[in-house]
Each structure stands twice: as structure tokens, then as C-alpha cells.
């Protein structure tokens, strides 16, 4: 059985067969939960963890839960996981997750998405660069002390996505509190690759847990870092 979590420093080549970050049209990806197990056992992954979108208000979770359930009973070949990923809702690192969707999932995932001000929510792409990276270094910061989340989701992501950068001084501070507050780190293919030689000397030398995502919202991310991988190893 592949760990949720390994250190960096020991991840192996079988370590890659995994995907702990994958969407379903239960909300807003492309393929359903049938769909994706199909593809992860197809191109050979060992474990997956489907980490649906959720808020506060969703009123899904329950049936998603059930569903992905029924379907690993008889899945022998693959260990699945099932998951959330809930937005940072403020400064204090608190979820938009409720208490329901809290106790269900078995593995969490605490990501910055829209990035509030002064209580509304903002598209990152408004803000402009600076204050984007600023905001998510902040959120993310925060966030890192909530007890709630497993793993902290595509650091810097938002910034990389819309600004192409997050300073690499941000990304040590927050690999540093992964550390101190025993949180995996979402070493995600969509937003990481194109860094990972910047970022894989951090990581090597601070060594925290990461948990290897793709961030999948169509069956071809699905698995990402089991191709492309090698980069990670030693
Ligand atoms: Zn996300
Ligand atoms: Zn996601």
C-alpha cells in the first residue's frame, strides 16, 4: 500500500503511481467518478484520492461519498480515497467546509482560490501580481495552523496561474510551517512542474511531507506525475 504522505526526500518510483488531487462532475470537471477510476486503473496508478470542490453550503457530499464508496468496494487493483478540497475563507485560516463534510472526508484539502477582501471575494487576476502573492502567502500562512487540513493544496497556485510566478522566498517559509505543523504539501503537476527546478532544492533540504496531485478536471491530467515523475527522484 502506497502512504497518503512521504517525505520528500524518499519519494520512490513506486510513490508515483498515485494521484491525490482529482475532480469529478460532481461539480464542475469533466467525468464522472466511474470515468476516473477507469482511467487511474487503466494507466496504472495504485492509489487515488477524489478530492470534490465543496463550501459550506454544499448539500452534495453526502451522495458524492456514497457513490465513490459503492464503487472502490470491488476495486482490489487500487486504493481510492475520497476527499475534499475547500477554499481558504480568511485571514484566520478557516475552511468553507462544514461540519457534515468535515467528519466524511478522509483526506482534506485546504487551497487558496478567490482571495478575500475585506470580506468579498476576488478573482486573483484583479488583484494584480504583487497583491496576489502577497494574499496567498498570507492565506496559505494562515491556513497552515488550522488542525482541519491534511494537505495544503497548490501553493502558490493562483500566482503562478494568472501572475506566472510566486516568489521562491514565500514557497521556503511555507514548506518550513508544512514542516512545523505536520501538513503534506501538494506537489500538484498543473501548477508545479514548470518550477519543480526551482522548487525540488527546497523541498529536498527542508524535506516535507508532500502528497503528489495533478489537479485533474479531465481524464489526461489524471496521473501526471506517474509519467513525468522522474524528475522527483533522486
Ligand atoms: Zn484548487
Ligand atoms: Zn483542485
Known amino acids: 500500500m502506497i502512504p497518503f504522505f512521504t517525505k520528500f526526500n524518499e519519494i520512490n ?45 454544499s448539500v452534495y457530499y453526502g451522495a458524492f461519498y456514497k457513490e465513490v464508496d459503492q464503487k472502490r468496494n470491488d ?18 485560516g478557516s ?23 475585506d470580506g468579498k471575494f476576488y478573482k486573483p487576476a484583479i488583484l494584480g501580481k504583487k497583491i496576489c502573492q502577497d494574499l496567498e502567502y498570507k492565506l496559505t500562512k494562515a491556513a497552515l495552523k488550522n488542525k482541519d487540513i491534511d494537505v495544503i493544496g497548490h501553493v502558490g497556485g493562483q500566482s503562478l496561474k494568472y501572475f506566472r510566478s510566486f516568489p521562491m522566498d514565500y514557497f521556503e517559509d511555507i514548506i518550513m510551517c508544512c514542516l512545523k505543523h505536520d501538513i503534506a504539501f501538494d506537489l500538484n503537476y498543473t501548477y508545479h512542474y514548470k518550477i519543480i527546478n526551482s ?13 503528489l496531485g495533478s489537479d485533474a478536471h479531465k481524464l489526461d491530467y489524471i496521473g501526471k506525475w506517474s509519467k513525468a515523475g522522474n524528475i522527483l527522484l533522486w
Open 75 to 92: 476495486k482490489t487493483d487500487i486504493q481510492i480515497i475520497i476527499g475534499n478540497e475547500s477554499r481558504i475563507y480568511d485571514y484566520n
Open 199 to 211: 522548487l525540488k532544492p527546497l523541498l529536498v533540504k527542508y524535506n516535507p511531507y508532500v502528497s
Open 95 to 117: 475552511l468553507d467546509i462544514s461540519n457534515e463534510i468535515k467528519n466524511l472526508s478522509e483526506f482534506k484539502i485546504g487551497s487558496v482560490h478567490n482571495i478575500p477582501v
Open 13 to 57: 518510483i513506486n510513490y508515483l503511481f498515485t494521484d491525490k488531487h482529482i475532480h469529478t462532475n460532481w461539480v464542475h470537471a469533466k467525468d464522472s467518478v466511474s470515468d476516473v477510476i477507469d482511467k487511474a486503473r487503466q494507466i496504472g496508478l495504485r492509489q487515488i484520492a477524489i478530492t470534490e470542490h465543496c463550501r459550506k453550503e
